[in-house]
């Protein structure tokens, strides 16, 4: 249990927004001023594809000790499916609801 | 031809599946901040100043624990290092966007807005244009984070445990990441950094995350010019 008072915790909270309001901020706020090199421009169009990747897949892959692949069966086959969907009709929807659907009815087998 | 309104709209109809996913995340968010002993008002409070999921929820985690107050806000940084990234891509298409408005979109960068307005985004697209998609989206999040908090926070106990509910947060994510592959760089971005992720998911501080998405981005950036030569 945490037993910080609320003004220590208030006190957290706005240390970490203003942290996070920084990071948020940052580029942008100097949009106007700096120049940002074509290399680095061009870099930066793999954030998108790179990021959601490295948030997605932890999900549904997992590393044990014995350096083997966990897998929950159920998702994954779930997710494979949603993967498909995905890929194919970029449509947010039917992904959600395949993959959603996919996992419930392996689930009630 | 598109006008700022129809671009608004554009943004708020492509973030609205989303949302289903996202409100539940605030609800889940919201009764474990309550559950780790934080005061519902308080919670609702977190989500408003902090506005990030994954930082509220590990710094809690880390509370419990002990933790001196300058590493969770290391944790804090370096957990959402990711929208500091989305700054740096977004911020070209805003350049032509006077000081005020660029606060407001700075203040609402989110997973959602960034990787809808990169894939829409074109060069063609007039700033305003971008700025009012952008704007369709983030502002939906931001309500959504907030609504799912105070329902998470106040009513935690009531809401029924889901047949694996969060399992639409991976899944909202996996919708937002294929469109966001525009070719073989891309896709290798995603793959080399989808493997890491996994590879150093046991480092601290969610460290593993920001490394495995410089790998990705290395690895574009390779294939890419690989590509082009």
Redo the contacts between chains.
């Keep these: 249990m945490i037993t910080w008072s609320v003004s220590a915790l208030l006190l957290l909270f706005i240390a970490m927004g203003i942290v996070t309001m920084g990071e948020r901020l940052s580029f942008i706020a100097l949009a106007g001023r700096l120049e940002m090199p074509t290399n680095m421009e061009r870099a930066l169009t793999f954030v998108a594809p790179a990021v959601l990747a490295a948030l997605v897949i932890p999900d549904v892959l997992a590393l044990t000790e014995a350096l083997t692949f966990v897998v929950s069966f159920d998702r994954a086959v779930a997710f494979a499916a949603a993967s498909v969907v995905a890929w194919r009709s970029e449509n947010m929807v039917l992904t959600i609801a395949v993959g959603m659907g996919v996992l419930w009815l392996i689930g009630a087998v | 031809m598109s006008s700022p309104r129809s671009e608004f709209a554009a943004g708020a109809k492509?973030v609205l599946?989303?949302m289903?996913?996202l409100v539940v995340f605030a609800m889940i968010t919201g009764v474990t901040l309550v559950d780790?002993?934080?005061?519902p008002a308080?919670v609702v409070?977190?989500s408003i100043?902090?506005?990030?999921g994954a930082?509220?929820l590990a710094?809690?985690q880390l509370?419990?624990t002990g933790t001196p107050?300058i590493v969770?806000?290391a944790t804090?940084?370096i957990i959402?290092?990711?929208?500091?990234?989305?700054?740096?891509?977004?911020?070209?298409h805003?350049?032509s966007?006077s000081?005020r408005w660029?606060?407001l979109?700075?203040?609402?960068?989110n997973?959602f807005a960034?990787?809808l307005s990169?894939?829409r985004f074109s060069n063609q697209m007039k700033g305003v244009c971008k700025r009012w998609y952008y704007l369709g989206a983030a502002i939906p999040v931001w309500l959504t984070w907030q609504a799912g908090t105070v329902v998470g926070a106040f009513l935690g106990a009531r809401i029924p445990e889901g047949?694996?509910l969060e399992?639409?947060?991976?899944?909202?994510?996996?919708?937002?990441?294929?469109?966001?592959?525009?070719n073989r760089?891309?896709?290798t971005?995603?793959?080399?950094?989808?493997?890491?992720?996994?590879?150093l998911?046991?480092l601290p501080f969610n460290a593993?995350?920001v490394i495995?998405?410089?790998?990705?981005?290395f690895a574009?950036?390779l294939m890419?010019r690989r590509s082009s030569s």
């Excluded at chain 2, 780790?36 to 005061?39: E, F, V, Y």
């Excluded at chain 2, 959402?80 to 070209?92: F, G, I």
């Excluded at chain 2, 979109?105 to 960068?109: K, N, T």
């Excluded at chain 2, 950094?193 to 590879?199: E, F």
């Design positions: 492509d599946p989303g289903v996913g780790a002993g934080i005061a308080l409070a977190m100043i902090v506005f990030a930082a509220q710094v809690i509370l419990e107050v969770l806000l804090t940084a959402n290092l990711r929208l500091m990234m989305y700054s740096a891509s977004l911020a070209p805003f350049r966007v000081r660029r606060g979109l700075g203040l609402l960068v997973d960034f990787a990169m894939t047949i694996s399992f639409i947060i991976p899944l909202t994510f996996l919708a937002l990441l294929f469109p966001a592959i525009e760089a891309g896709g971005a995603a793959l080399l950094a989808g493997i890491s992720a996994v590879l998911a046991a593993g995350l495995a998405t410089f790998i990705g981005i574009g950036v890419d």
